[in-house]
């Protein structure tokens, strides 16, 4: 088992920034890589980023490029999101996740949330105008 603890989220103006943390516990061993999703009111589950825990590769989701970046710290089992730019649309709860398994990386596998073993409680961020 794996258990993570999202961090970080709060109310901010548009523009701002904001650095969310998700510290990972147990068997951490077990995950391969670990992500960031998003869901708002009424919306789906949104894939934002993933990183593996072993070389450091990431990947985006093309609505968060070159605005959020994902990173890690091995050394304390933490993931990272920093979020620049922030916008009312970026008003969410947001997960962290794990997956255990790993597989192919391509965006058409590692964006889908069913591929995720382990999730957080979740952070709400929320951006004013």
């Known amino acids: 088992q794996v258990q993570l603890v999202e961090s970080g989220g709060g109310l901010v103006q548009a523009g701002d920034s904001l650095r969310l943390s998700c510290a990972a516990s147990?068997?951490?061993?077990?995950?391969?890589?670990m992500a960031w999703f998003r869901q708002a009111p009424g919306k789906d589950r949104e894939f934002l980023a993933v990183?593996?825990?072993?070389?450091?590769?990431?990947a985006y989701a093309d609505s968060v490029k070159g605005r959020f970046t994902i990173s890690k710290d091995n050394a304390n089992n933490t993931v990272f999101l920093q979020m620049n730019s922030l916008t009312p649309e970026d008003t969410a709860i947001y997960y962290c996740?794990?997956?255990?398994?790993?597989?192919?990386?391509?965006?058409?596998?590692?964006?889908?949330?069913?591929?995720?073993?382990?999730w957080g409680q979740g952070t709400q961020v929320t951006v004013s105008s």
């Open positions: 996740a794990a997956d255990a398994d790993g597989g192919p990386w391509r965006n058409s596998y590692y964006s889908r949330s069913q591929r995720y073993d382990y």
């Open positions: 147990g068997r951490t061993a077990s995950s391969n890589r």
């Open positions: 990183i593996r825990w072993s070389g450091g590769s990431a």
